[in-house]
């Protein structure tokens, strides 16, 4: 991570800090198993991989990444190897927007009113908003994959607000390119204490 790019996650995870308090910063690990279809560059795995995870670190929430399939794939890891549950998400970038999703959609997670384990982000869609929101691509298809992170550990419902809102505007545009958009505190709260039980019982 290069300086300017330390400084806004410095700046950003004290705002968290201030907003959601200190006892909820405690960090509940997700490992999610990431799967690239869309031939990304190592660089835009990178930066999106990082920007999903400097926006729900807010949240009490730290994400370990597997790299499953893609230019950053490695050796088979065991999260690339087992059946997503509890803790464990599969996360796949694909190349199209399946014909079952919304002509608008950038994303979609299988989820439950429990939340869910497998989550895609379509990354035509994605670089097709891009320009209109004015941002990255890499930087909104991180936030797009925060967002669906979000439905599996909320459910399907989305917020009149923050980063489960059902779509953006330009205001939020705003928001994201200096990564200010978030959970709100009360999706925070539930999201870190979900994961706090899911380990908690594999601990058992």
Same mark, same amino acid.
């Given at each position: 991570?290069?300086?300017?790019?330390?400084?806004?996650?410095?700046?950003?995870?004290?705002?968290?800090?201030?907003?959601?308090?200190? @006892?909820?910063?405690?960090?509940?690990?997700?490992?999610?198993? /990431?799967?690239?279809?869309?031939?990304?560059?190592?660089?835009?795995?990178?930066?999106?991989?990082?920007?999903?995870?400097?926006?729900?670190?807010?949240?009490?929430?730290?994400?370990?990444? *597997?790299?499953?399939?893609? !230019? /950053? !794939? &490695?050796?088979?890891?065991? !999260?690339?190897?087992?059946?997503?549950?509890?803790?464990?998400?599969?996360? $796949?970038?694909?190349?199209?927007?399946?014909?079952?999703?919304?002509?608008?959609?950038?994303?979609?997670?299988?989820?439950?009113?429990?939340?869910?384990? +497998?989550?895609?982000? +379509?990354?035509?869609?994605? $670089?097709? @908003?891009?320009?209109? +929101?004015?941002?990255?691509?890499?930087? /909104?298809?991180?936030? &797009?994959?925060?967002?669906?992170?979000?439905?599996?550990?909320?459910?399907?419902?989305?917020?009149?607000?923050?980063?489960? $809102?059902?779509?953006?505007?330009?205001?939020? *545009?705003?928001?994201?390119? $200096?990564?200010?958009?978030? /959970?709100?505190?009360? @999706?925070?709260?539930? *999201?870190? *204490?979900?994961?706090?039980?899911?380990?908690?019982?594999?601990?058992?």
């Amino acid at each position: 991570m290069n300086t300017s790019k330390t400084a806004v996650a410095m700046v950003w995870m004290a705002a968290a800090a201030v907003c959601y308090g200190p @006892q909820n910063m405690e960090a509940q690990t997700l490992v999610i198993g /990431l799967y690239d279809y869309a031939n990304l560059s190592a660089k835009e795995i990178g930066r999106l991989t990082e920007t999903a995870g400097l926006v729900l670190a807010g949240s009490g929430i730290h994400i370990d990444w *597997a790299h499953c399939r893609g !230019a /950053l !794939a &490695v050796a088979p890891a065991v !999260a690339c190897e087992t059946e997503p549950q509890g803790n464990h998400l599969v996360v $796949r970038l694909l190349p199209n927007r399946p014909r079952m999703s919304s002509g608008d959609a950038m994303g979609h997670a299988a989820v439950d009113a429990e939340g869910g384990n +497998f989550a895609s982000v +379509f990354v035509p869609a994605v $670089r097709e @908003q891009a320009p209109g +929101f004015g941002v990255a691509s890499d930087l /909104l298809m991180g936030y &797009v994959l925060a967002h669906e992170i979000g439905h599996c550990l909320l459910g399907p419902h989305h917020s009149e607000t923050g980063l489960m $809102r059902g779509g953006w505007n330009r205001k939020d *545009a705003v928001e994201i390119s $200096r990564l200010g958009l978030h /959970l709100t505190k009360e @999706q925070a709260q539930k *999201a870190a *204490a979900r994961l706090g039980q899911v380990e908690l019982a594999a601990k058992r």
